[in-house]
């Protein structure tokens, strides 16, 4: 029995990296520091044991050689192949991907495009006025999470960063620090803050929008409510902000994914530009998905854009809801689909799924999941994170080397990819 | 009365999330959490069945009182179920609405469908 100690956890944007991670006999036993999400991750021990290949509406077992094989034969025939996913792995194996699609003149999305994308346009926008998450620690006396429920979805989020983390200008956070919560449901993180703002849906834009214009002393244009929201609660928010000497706004899918999308975003960035005119203010979007933020990373390196690229002209073309994977789906446009890192049959709507079905689509992941039920080739791999070391990025953009827990015989996505592009390129 | 659906994490649904066919994880993303009122209109009680349509699909949820949300808003956790009411439409921005799909309730005695089922429906292949 050994314990790997600051070991990564490879679930959720926050990387801890500071999980006490049992071994015996190269299985997992126990994780310490782990959050519910983490343990699930660490101790799950069920999984595709070998490639399967659907032949007469079956799937049957293969080999890898064969497994490869085929897919590489499907990819290289197809005129327009989808890459789809790879928040799920490392960025060695999301740079491979790329080189693979740009080969192929194939289009490259990951799930961003589903999750932050709409925030990355609202950056490209107008700036990211951001910082580190030991910033937030160390610094910042209000924290404003906006639209995400981290108690659920970044479960030590509060306990490493903000609520419960005391840091060296903030010694007893706990008192210190001020929690503000909006959303539109009152969720667990809502019940922890000082001050909950409950919002109606779609109405993000109207608050962020009579926010500013509050920080700037037009309150007298505000209604006395705003999507639900009392014009004096709205007063008081600001009052708060202004008088804190760091402010930490998080946000999360409920801007995102809402009506007016990107928009919600760049509001909330304009008003920590505001803010940021009377006292230090940050914004940082809570990315859900482990190592998405690498994938955008890598891809931005490679191609010059962070997801939806499309290198069907032979150089890099990017048109976020032209070329993302929902809206090429939704058009029957790619005719393969290589799906790795994500689960695209448990996270696409309908319309995507009923064309996955017609198409031939590749799903190189260790566990049988959603899109198992569409593939016809599946090829599982060593579980990124645990079984393989290399490099993702924390939600803040640090990039972190990630170990090697056990030892496995399962071939890693990279080694998958690079084998896949060298029968590709004969 | 058309209600808005919020789709989004929770940490039960995160943690099943490597089990995807496992009654467990079919259990926890077919559950609909209403406001209690609007259970109380539609006379349903935590645990009996609603059938969801919205302009893309319908579908069989479970559904469960939860006193955080609003009246007309309801919240499932991600998965297969809510997706296959999600249009594929993104407005031109690659994201589709899902926190701001509107969908109809009513109560029903059908079954929830399996994860497998429910996705044959939308073309998934045997296994």
């Known amino acids: ?426 | 009365m058309k209600y808005i659906m919020l789709t989004g994490r929770s940490i039960k649904q995160g943690e099943s999330i490597e089990q995807k066919l496992s009654q467990n994880y079919s259990l926890i993303t077919s559950t609909c959490f209403m406001n209690l009122l609007d259970m109380v209109n539609l006379e349903l009680e935590d645990g009996e069945n609603i059938r969801a349509i919205s302009d893309s699909g319908s579908v069989v949820f479970h559904v469960a009182g939860d006193e955080g949300l609003k009246s007309g808003t309801v919240f499932i956790p991600y998965g297969p179920y809510c997706n296959m009411l999600i249009s594929e439409l993104t407005h031109g921005s690659g994201m589709p609405d899902f926190k701001s799909c509107e969908i109809e309730i009513g109560r029903t005695d059908e079954n929830v469908l399996s994860v497998i089922d429910l996705l044959s429906e939308a073309g998934g292949k045997e296994l």
Request: glycine letters at 8%; a negative charge; proline letters at 5%.
């Open chain 1, 1 to 426: 029995m050994k314990t790997t100690a600051n070991a990564t956890c490879p679930f959720c944007g926050c990387l801890c990296d500071d999980l006490s991670v049992t071994i015996e006999d190269n299985r997992i036993i126990s994780v310490d520091n782990g959050c519910a999400l983490a343990n699930a991750k660490f101790l799950d021990d069920k999984r595709l044991q070998h490639p399967v290949i659907r032949e007469n509406n079956r799937l049957r077992e293969s080999s890898y050689e064969e497994a490869i094989e085929i897919s590489a034969d499907l990819l290289k025939n197809a005129d327009r192949p989808l890459f789809f996913g790879w928040s799920g792995t490392q960025v060695e194996a999301q740079c491979a991907g790329v080189n693979l699609c740009e080969v192929l003149g194939g289009v490259i999305d990951n799930t961003s495009s589903i999750c932050h994308g709409p925030s990355i346009l609202a950056i490209q926008e107008v700036g990211h006025p951001g910082c580190t998450l030991g910033q937030v620690k160390n610094r910042a006396d209000l924290v404003i999470y906006w639209g995400c429920n981290p108690s659920e979805s970044h479960p030590r989020h509060l306990s490493k960063y903000t609520t419960y983390a005391s840091g060296f200008f903030v010694k007893n956070a706990h008192r210190e620090r001020k929690l503000i919560v909006v959303d539109v449901r009152k969720t667990e993180s809502a019940d922890l803050a000082d001050e909950f703002v409950q919002i109606n849906p779609g109405g993000d834009y109207a608050v962020l929008s009579a926010l500013r214009a509050i920080v700037r002393g037009r309150s007298d244009f505000i209604p006395e409510t705003v999507s639900g929201v009392p014009k004096a609660q709205l007063k008081r928010i600001v009052d708060i902000c202004k008088e804190a000497k760091f402010g930490a706004i998080f946000f999360g899918l409920g801007l995102t994914m809402s009506e007016n999308k990107y928009k919600n975003v760049r509001n909330a960035i304009e008003l920590t530009r505001e803010l940021s005119r009377h006292t230090k203010f940050t914004i940082t979007p809570m990315r859900g998905h482990w190592n998405v933020y690498g994938a955008n990373e890598a891809f931005t390196w490679l191609t010059g854009y962070p997801y939806a690229v499309d290198f069907a002209r032979g150089t890099a073309y990017y048109n976020p809801g032209e070329t993302s994977a929902v809206d090429i789906l939704a058009r029957r446009e790619c005719d393969v689909m290589f799906v790795i890192g994500s689960d695209p049959g448990a996270h696409l709507p309908r319309k995507c799924l009923e064309y996955m079905s017609k198409i031939p689509v590749i799903l190189v992941d260790p566990h049988v999941n959603c899109t198992s039920v569409f593939a016809d080739v599946q090829i599982p791999v060593a579980i990124a994170g645990i079984e393989t070391s290399g490099t993702a990025y924390r939600m803040d953009g640090v990039p972190l080397m990630t170990k090697k827990l056990i030892e496995t015989d399962f071939p890693t996505d990279t080694e998958i990819i690079n084998r896949i592009h060298e029968i590709v390129v004969g």
